[in-house]
């Protein structure tokens, strides 16, 4: 089956760049915006439009710029982003509630173990 581009396509590139700079797998990538891995497929090779549902998904969830990804202007992020705060916080939506309460004590507790360590010296 052959497709016509018939529209700017290059929106499907930048999104394809976007995964490649936090080095996600399609199958990683699609689940932290809820998308099945064969629907970001088809969006990285041109199969299929990119709606601003799609646009907006990725700007929440990666802190990506969506002017950037609209049109390739200014900078890709709005905000320095740390791929493995990214990671975390997609395996932290993965937990059930009790163990999601376990890291966040587990976290506040390497925070005040941290603060001690400095003040101590």
């Known amino acids: ?3 016509h581009l018939n529209w700017d396509d290059k929106i ?12 996600y ?4 990538f699609a689940e932290n915006l809820k998308l099945s891995r064969t629907y970001l497929g088809e ?3 041109r199969r299929r439009r990119v709606n601003d549902r799609i646009v907006k998904l990725i ?8 002017d950037w990804l609209k049109t390739g202007a200014g900078a890709m992020f709005d905000r320095a982003v740390d ?15 009790p163990l999601k309460e376990q890291v966040l004590r ?4 390497l925070v005040k173990y941290q603060e001690t360590k400095r003040r101590n010296g």
């Open 1 to 3: 089956m052959a497709y």
């Open 12 to 23: 499907n590139r930048r999104i394809l760049q976007v995964r490649k700079t936090f080095g």
């Open 25 to 28: 797998t399609q199958k990683t």
């Open 43 to 45: 969006i990285e090779v």
């Open 59 to 66: 700007a929440m969830t990666y802190g990506v710029n969506a």
């Open 83 to 97: 791929p493995r705060l990214e990671q975390l916080v997609a395996d932290f939506k993965k937990l059930d509630e």
């Open 106 to 109: 587990q976290l506040k507790f």
